[in-house]
């Protein structure tokens, strides 16, 4: 209690401010029976003077006592459960003085006044289950000031249940205030949230599991559209061994229910990732030809056929990996060219892969998870590299097999044009000579040769090696 107050005035004011109301008692307690014989003034000097002995004896049990114990405990708010304590000291103080004053025993009070307790308690049940209620929260904290919390019950006296979800602003002996991603703030009586269902996500700390759906037509190649869409959602932050997926949950609306996996760090990542992940779902399962189903049944679909790539452009790549010009024309009839949204996954790490990727237009970026604490909690992407027009990614996936060594993502709306193994297959059998030029690729980039290679085998002889046995190559010469 009186928070502000201790906040405002310094410490030894407060300490000399005490100092003299007490010697002020004091004084009063011995003058008055001076001042006059009178029994009422010797009761009111007994009172003042138990009084202070009471206030002080309490002052130093807090002091040596309830203070450090309290600080050992994790609370939202310590201060409620101290306050909740010293009333408790306070009301037995007061029944002592009585006793010892007064002559009058607490029992006896408090049966003489039974018919107006009873009174009074039936007018104060609103505010007496706020209050017990929030003792039950304080002593058995679930939450803190500043968690994040998801409240499921009947919050505004309506027959259904609804669901909140804010950030712990203030715990009070009454009320719980909730802050809303809206910027609102919620006041909730302690005794609703004591009978209503809360998750904390905060607690317990680490990542959580979060999904989002969507309803697309049921078609043939389904299984195709949730590949590219799992790729994509490579674009939300996440560690290498909690990768995001998409499966099909159930049948609604006429249509396939998909559900989009992925793991968060704390509920602000969740949320930004549920926004992200519906962006991607609605933008890449579009743009591979899949309508998405609502109650009035299909929404038109609009599609922009993607542009074939010229020669010329052929050609350009084909001078870029130093391979002979007349390779342009077979390899154009293999080249795709791929339009990418911002945060759009291209490659994820460990994933296996046959195909070399160009930057046509936009930029990407190499990026790895981290967790960080600002400006909330949760996984970021830490830029690698940064990828333009006219670099290239993915060699060693082509050239070997390996599987994906890092993960790309979009980081501005970008053109890639992916290349595919199939494409240097024929032309490598027919003059295996250029095998030599494709090591050279991936001599340039600087990959590592893997602990397995052979110890006495160069970096150059080990890839040569590799790319020979990948396109079955390895019994010419």
Not at 243 to 264: Q, T
Request: hydrophobic share 45%.
């Amino acid at each position: 209690m009186f928070r502000d107050l201790r906040e405002k005035v310094s410490t030894p004011r407060r300490v000399v401010a005490w100092a003299a109301l007490g010697l002020l008692l004091a004084a009063t307690a011995f003058l008055l029976p001076r001042l006059s014989p009178h029994p009422l003034l010797r009761l009111t000097r007994d009172a003042l003077l138990w009084s202070l002995v009471c206030y002080g004896a309490i002052r130093l049990i807090a002091f040596l006592l309830l203070d450090p114990l309290l600080s050992q405990r994790k609370t939202a708010t310590p201060g409620f459960a101290r306050d909740l304590l010293m009333v408790a000291l306070y009301l037995l103080a007061a029944g002592g003085i009585l006793r010892e004053v007064l002559q009058v025993g607490l029992g006896q009070l408090l049966g003489t006044g039974a018919i107006a307790a009873a009174v009074v308690g039936l007018s104060l049940q609103e505010v007496l289950g706020n209050l017990f209620a929030g003792i039950s929260l304080h002593l058995d904290p679930a939450f803190q000031e500043g968690d994040w919390v998801e409240i499921t019950g009947t919050l505004r006296g309506g027959p259904g249940r609804e669901t909140l979800i804010g950030q712990v602003e203030a715990m009070t002996w009454r009320t719980v205030q909730l802050r809303t991603e809206n910027g609102d703030m919620d006041i909730l009586p302690n005794r609703l949230i004591a009978q209503a269902v809360v998750t904390n996500l905060y607690v317990p700390s680490g990542l959580h599991r979060r999904t989002t759906r969507v309803v697309v037509e049921p078609r043939p190649d389904l299984h195709q559209g949730m590949e590219k869409l799992s790729l994509a959602l490579a674009g939300l932050p996440h560690l290498p061994q909690h990768a995001p997926e998409v499966v099909v949950h159930s049948s609604d609306l006429g249509g396939a229910v998909l559900e989009l996996r992925f793991w968060a760090l704390g509920f602000r990542h969740g949320r930004q990732g549920v926004f992200q992940a519906t962006r991607l779902a609605a933008t890449v399962l579009t743009r591979e030809g899949f309508r998405l189903m609502g109650p009035h049944g299909p929404t038109p679909l609009v599609v922009s056929p993607e542009p074939a790539p010229s020669a010329s452009l052929m050609e350009e790549l084909v001078r870029q990996f130093g391979l002979p010009d007349h390779w342009a024309g077979e390899l154009r009839s293999h080249l795709r060219r791929r339009t990418l949204a911002p945060g759009e996954g291209v490659i994820r790490e460990g994933d296996p892969g046959d195909s070399l990727f160009a930057v046509h237009r936009g930029t990407l970026q190499v990026v790895r998870a981290e967790e960080r604490l600002e400006p909330y909690t949760g996984l970021f992407w830490k830029p690698l590299a940064e990828l333009g027009p006219g670099q290239w990614f993915g060699e060693a996936s082509l050239l070997t097999g390996a599987p994906r060594s890092a993960t790309v993502v979009a980081l501005t709306e970008a053109e890639v044009l992916e290349l595919p193994k199939a494409a240097f297959e024929a032309a490598l059998r027919r003059e295996p000579e250029w095998l030599e030029r494709l090591v050279d690729l991936m001599e340039q980039r600087g990959h590592e040769v893997p602990e397995t290679a052979a110890p006495r085998e160069s970096r150059r002889a080990h890839w040569t090696r590799q790319v020979r046995v990948w396109f079955g190559l390895a019994g010419t010469n």
